[in-house]
């Protein structure tokens, strides 16, 4: 039996700069947005995508380079409605639970009247997301709207690269390609395999192989470890 290492639980934390963003057409108008910022085509923005495509990872890069004040949208109070008409406002997977549809109302106001850009991002688009408030569902109709496609071969294979480089893990190639075909098609799911691959190869103090990688997976497809909910 091989000699195996527990591995320390330091998982590096999840890359979100610009430096770190792959670009494919999958997410190219998307990434264009972020970059043309802030030269919008509205005040309010409205960034669509499925699970695991890359919208936070996206809103990050704004928020840092607009200085944004990221807000929830499940109890909207007075003093982040005042803010909105002050600095830039996010918004991220807004459509993920229960929206104080009255303060989100209020706050899309305020940001307009202090001339401000809002950055709302969801899975789907403002009609999906059985919003009541008829005000409110007027503004979001009135928002532009930019949708990430799910992640291509490319994106795939780049950001599976760059995670395994961020650990400081050379991989070859043709694993990259076998992960790309067989797992789901997400970013989260490609975060996942490369965390579980990583570790396995430390337990076991081998390098990674493709062997190894249809373990890893097989084992993940068995316990659900793809399942997004």
Known sequence: MPSRQLPFDLAPGEALSRDDLVVTPANARAAALIENWPSWPAPVVILAGPAGSGKSHLAAIWREEADAAEIACDGIEAAAIEEAGLRPILIDNVDSGPIDENGLFHLINAARAG?????????????????????LLSRLKAAATVEIDEPDDMLLAGVITKLFADRQVDVEPHVVQFLVRRIERSLSSAIRVVDAIDRAALERKTRITRPLAAEVVNALEAGGGFNEG
């Open 115 to 135: 001339g401000q850009p809002m950055l709302l991002t969801a899975r789907s688009f403002p009609g999906a997301w059985g919003v009541r408030l008829p005000d």
